[in-house]
Structure formats: structure tokens, C-alpha cells
């Protein structure tokens, strides 16, 4: 898969910068001269006091300290490195957060806070960049890419602290950012919506949940986490069924919900109530049984996210794939990481749970196309 949008505003915006996630980094604009030594330098100097500070505190937080939590947190922090200001927002608390360069390079990732702990690397898969081709992009790409970890504490004297890479604790502090009366500036507000938007000839249907999206364009979909954070959407795909798509996307939502990205192209969006009841997904977690047109079926979905699907035909194995899953308020989706046939395996499957009844069972609507048919009816087995 080409870490590419097909939606025609990502697309655009991939002119402008570099996209970084998963293995994808590469641009051809011609640099711009800077003092890249010195951000070299200061890049280094992190590491190094980063290596001798957590000698020292050995991962203890320092005495009558605690752990941060989300209720401690502002919607922006600022934090001098690399020889500029860099900025952390976290948004709505919805689960993703965000480096940033203004105007120049941002990090956006997804962390649930625990112990107060902030983690994003390329390798780990977690998180992705953007960003012109600038010297100091560059430093915030190269952190990105051997990962890091900021830990927030709140000290004896009530003040929030940051430690990135284990070095010693300093001051976060506030930042302002001005924001348009004309622009969505919570992320929260997009909760329950569903914005239908074309550009030119391409329509593209959000549905957003509960710091979730699920974005469809004809039988290409993705599906993932979002925030709104320094007036930009940030959408963060992590079921995907297409053939191309950015790790990043990031667009402004205006209150008349038009979408501009970074080169100036606009989607025109009609919003409408997404209402649907949402699924508990540690209900909804368990072994799950069909049967149609002779095949008997078996969906594992694990708490801890991980799922499997099989088909028998008498004592006969048609069927068996496995690999991740989780439900956006009644969306279930699937991303399959192995399969018994993969050249007819699809990458991501989602479905509209309706019915759901913990004890009984549940029906699913879903995108599923593989043979032998996916079962639409699901039940609890039955044991004697």
C-alpha cells in the first residue's frame, strides 16, 4: 500500500510537505540554508543530558512529585529545543497529541496518558510527521525517528514538568494561540457529525466519533484517531482499505465546514447528525458463532485488540485470518495482518454493528467481499 491519499485534499497537501510514517519519507524540494549546525548541536546536547539525567533519577519521580494527568493538562504547552520554540498541544484529550513547529513541522500521535507518559517513535510505529524542508523540520523528523518519551509530572509546588528522554525535569509552560471565530477550534464539536465534501470530482464522506473517524470515498475507506489542535484537523489512519493513503493528514474546518489544506485546495462539505448507538468494546470482546450456507464460523475478538476469524466446512479449515480490531462508536473494524489466502485477504474490513445484545448476539453489515461470504449474524455459542 502507497502511504499516498487518494482523498483528493490529502493529495494535494503532499505537495507541500514531507509525510513521515511507517517507512514513508522522502521529499525533493531544494533546501533552504539554515544553521543546521547548531541545531546538530543542540539535537546532541538533549541526548546527552538526556543519558546522564536518567542515571541520576533512575526513572524515581523527584520528592513530592506526582504523576500528571489528562485533568492537569492546557490545550498548549511550549518548550525551547532545537534552538526554536517547540510547541506540545493536546487538543481535546481525545487521544491524540502533537509536536509543532508553527508553520514549518509537526508530530501528531496517539498515547492514552498512562503514568503520565508521552511516546512516539517512527520505528514503534506511533505517530507520524509532516514537514518543509527546513533544517529545524529536520532535527524534529530525526527525533521522531529514533523516538522519544516525555514524561509530565506535577512537582511539590503544584507546577507542571516535562522530562523528554529522561532528562531533568523542567518547567511547561502555557502557551496562547489565537484562533478565528471562523475556524473549529475543538475537535470535540465534530463529535456525532458526518461532513459529505467534494473537490472537483471526488466526494469523500466523514463520519466522526468519539475522537474517531471513519472516511469513505467509493469502496475506499480508512478509519482512525483525530483532534482538532492549534485550529488544524488531525487525522491519524489506522484501518485502512485502499490503495493509497498519508500517514498524516491535516486540514482547517471552517464554521461553515469547508476543508482547506496546505495548498490553498478546498472541499465543500454538507454536515448532517451521525447518530448511532455506540458498542462497549469489552462487551463486545468474546467468541462469537455463525453459520451459513454450510460453513461454520468462529470471531475471536480479544481484549487486548487482537482478532481472528475462521471458517470450517465439516472438519475442513476454508478460512482462517487474523490480526487487530476495535469498534468506533458502531463501527467494527479489522485490520487483517495474516491470512489463509492473501491474495483474496482485504487489508481492512468495517461493519455496522446493529442489534447488539451481550448475552444473544449481533448483526453486521459489513465490507467484506472474501470467500466463502462472511456471516452477517453472529451469536454467543451455546455450551452444555
Not at 522522502?26 to 546538530?40: C, G, H, P
Not at 511539590?156 to 514538568?161: A, F, K, M, N, R
Not at 528522554?165 to 471562523?182: F, P, Q, R, W
Not at 445484545?357 to 453472529?378: C, I, Q, R, Y
Request: hydrophobic fraction near 35%.
Amino acid at each position: 500500500m502507497k502511504k499516498l491519499s487518494v482523498f483528493a485534499a490529502a493529495a494535494a497537501m503532499s505537495l507541500a510537505f514531507t509525510a513521515c510514517g511507517g517507512d514513508s519519507s522522502s521529499s525533493n524540494v531544494e533546501r533552504e540554508e539554515d544553521s543546521s549546525s547548531s541545531v546538530e548541536e543542540s539535537s546532541s546536547s538533549v541526548a546527552e543530558e538526556s543519558s546522564s539525567s536518567a542515571k541520576e533519577e533512575k526513572g524515581d519521580l523527584p520528592k513530592g512529585a506526582r504523576v500528571a494527568t489528562l485533568e492537569d493538562l492546557e490545550k498548549n504547552y511550549s518548550l525551547p529545543l532545537f534552538g526554536t520554540d517547540l510547541y506540545l498541544a493536546t487538543g481535546s484529550k481525545l487521544g491524540v497529541f502533537s509536536l509543532w513547529i508553527p508553520d514549518t513541522a509537526w508530530v501528531a500521535f496517539r498515547s492514552d496518558f498512562k503514568d503520565g507518559v508521552l511516546e512516539f517513535s517512527e520505528e514503534g510505529k506511533n505517530g507520524s510527521f509532516l514537514g518543509a524542508d527546513f533544517a529545524v523540520a529536520d532535527s524534529l523528523q530525526k527525533l521522531f525517528k529514533k523516538g522519544a518519551t516525555i514524561k509530565l509530572i506535577v512537582n511539590s509546588e503544584d507546577q507542571l514538568q516535562y522530562s523528554l528522554n529522561g532528562s531533568k525535569y523542567a518547567d511547561l509552560k502555557t502557551a496562547k494561540v489565537k484562533i478565528s471565530e471562523n475556524v473549529i477550534s475543538d475537535g470535540s464539536k465534530l463529535k456525532g457529525l458526518t461532513l459529505e465534501c467534494k473537490q472537483e470530482k471526488s466526494t469523500v464522506k466523514y463520519s466522526f466519533y468519539e475522537g474517531r473517524y471513519v472516511a469513505e470515498s467509493g469502496d475506499e475507506w480508512e478509519a482512525g484517531y483525530y483532534d482538532i489542535q492549534r485550529s488544524k484537523l488531525l487525522m491519524l489512519p489506522t484501518f485502512i482499505e485502499k490503495d493509497s493513503y498519508l500517514p498524516l493528514v491535516t486540514m482547517t474546518v471552517g464554521t461553515d465546514y469547508t476543508m482547506d489544506d496546505a495548498t490553498g485546495g478546498q472541499q465543500t462539505c454538507k454536515s448532517s447528525s451521525n447518530k448511532y448507538e455506540a458498542i462497549n468494546h469489552e462487551k463486545i470482546a468474546g467468541e462469537w458463532v455463525a453459520d451459513k450456507d454450510g460453513y461454520d464460523w468462529t470471531l475471536t475478538l480479544k481484549d487486548s485488540g487482537k482478532y481472528s476469524v475462521d471458517s470450517k466446512k465439516g472438519n475442513t479449515t476454508v478460512l482462517n485470518n487474523s490480526g487487530v480490531w476495535d469498534v468506533y462508536g458502531n463501527v467494527l473494524l479489522i485490520k487483517n495482518t495474516a491470512c489463509s489466502e492473501p491474495e483474496k485477504c482485504l487489508t481492512g474490513i468495517k461493519g455496522v454493528v446493529s442489534g447488539f445484545d451481550a448475552k444473544k448476539g449481533f448483526n453486521l453489515d459489513h465490507s467484506n467481499t472474501e470467500e466463502p461470504s462472511m456471516p452477517t449474524v453472529w451469536t454467543m455459542p451455546q455450551y452444555e
